[in-house]
């Protein structure tokens, strides 16, 4: 693994005492201080799980382009479905002036969801919209299903692992990701036939903007890479069997910037490897509940952030990104 970037096995975690979660939340903690980024493994989360959705998104970006663009969402703005490149600029959610980003992607959120006030009111559907997906490949909505209920199960052990890195109790965080409003991305970065606009990225520098994103991805050239404090930009291993995490705005907000959300880009391929070189990550942007307030764990006095709710900082963040309509 990548100097810089610890790697941290969950395994004692998940399946061990409270004195082996403490030490691993001990370890997060150290790691989130410095950096923000760290690669997990011992997760328990299968290969095939992982394989299978991997296999099913790259048939279909392998689909002719007009193929792929009847599953863009009928509502323009809706974050669901396919969104095609020049859509949008993630550097500029913190202020850059860049072009768009070199990639393509699929977004999707959870299957199904209980027929309650909390999901189908008014503001509920702004968050709980129904997935849309493509004729083929056939099981592509079957394996979103399962890894998206396999990154349940384990964001819910790590902000319980969180919890316990703050001091602020084990289930600190169980009732506000209860009703979690998380979205996924699958997001493809195709082969560069033309040379990138300067100042162009496969993703632009950017921080994340929920509690904690999990990233499945690939060593292949032009990849993640994250700033460390000394202003470097360091390689991010990013091995298909296991997960890098980082933290996101709102846990910043929430920890009163004891840890840090921590600015990432994806670069270009270098230029040998340009014309043949595709990636594919799958990101997990783990969000509390739309109505949960974010307000600073500290002393009265202390908080370098006034509350903020969550599902309003998503849309604020959305709007920011967003450089053509789709």
């Known amino acids: 693994m990548t100097p810089g970037i610890p790697v941290i096995d969950i395994a004692p975690a998940l399946s061990g005492t409270l004195q082996d979660r403490q030490r691993v939340a001990r370890a997060i903690d150290r790691?989130?201080?410095?950096?923000?980024?760290?690669?997990?493994?011992?997760?328990?989360?299968?290969?095939?799980?992982?394989?299978?959705?991997?296999?099913?998104?790259?048939?279909?970006?392998s689909r002719p382009a007009e193929e792929k663009l009847r599953a863009v969402h009928p509502a323009?703005?809706?974050?669901?479905?396919?969104?095609?490149?020049?859509?949008?600029?993630?550097?500029?959610?913190?202020g850059a002036d860049t072009p768009p980003d070199l990639k393509e992607y699929y977004h999707f959120g959870r299957e199904r969801w209980p027929d309650e006030p909390y999901y189908t009111s008014d503001e509920g559907r702004r968050y709980f919209i129904p997935n849309l997906w493509p004729e083929h490949p056939p099981g592509f909505a079957r394996a979103a299903e399962r890894y998206y209920a396999e990154m349940e199960r384990l964001t819910g052990a790590l902000m319980r692992l969180t919890a316990l890195a703050l001091g602020v109790g084990?289930?600190?965080f169980d009732d506000k990701i209860?009703?979690?409003?998380?979205?996924?991305?699958?997001?493809?970065?195709?082969?560069?036939?033309?040379?990138p606009a300067p100042g162009q990225l496969r993703a632009g520098a950017h921080t994340d903007y929920g509690l904690l994103t999990i990233l499945n991805g690939e060593n292949t050239p032009g990849g993640l890479q994250v700033l460390t404090r000394g202003g470097d930009w360091i390689d991010v291993e990013t091995d298909p069997g296991t997960f890098?995490?980082?933290?996101?705005?709102?846990?910043m907000r929430w920890t009163n910037d004891r840890w840090v959300s921590n600015t990432h880009r994806v670069v270009n391929p270098p230029a040998a490897d340009a014309a043949t070189a595709r990636r594919l990550s799958i990101a997990f942007f783990h969000h509390p509940n739309y109505d949960a307030v974010v307000d600073c764990i500290a002393a009265p006095g202390e908080a370098r952030y006034p509350p903020v709710r969550s599902g309003d900082y998503r849309d604020l963040k959305y709007r920011q990104t967003r450089v053509a309509a789709a």
């Open 31 to 61: 790691t989130c201080t410095d950096i923000g980024f760290f690669t997990i493994t011992g997760h328990g989360v299968p290969v095939a799980v992982m394989d299978d959705l991997r296999a099913a998104a790259y048939a279909f970006f």
């Open 76 to 94: 323009a703005g809706t974050p669901r479905g396919y969104r095609g490149p020049g859509i949008e600029a993630l550097a500029a959610g913190n």
């Open 170 to 172: 084990e289930t600190f």
């Open 178 to 195: 209860d009703r979690h409003i998380t979205a996924m991305r699958i997001n493809h970065y195709p082969e560069q036939t033309t040379p």
């Open 244 to 251: 890098v995490i980082n933290i996101g705005d709102l846990l």
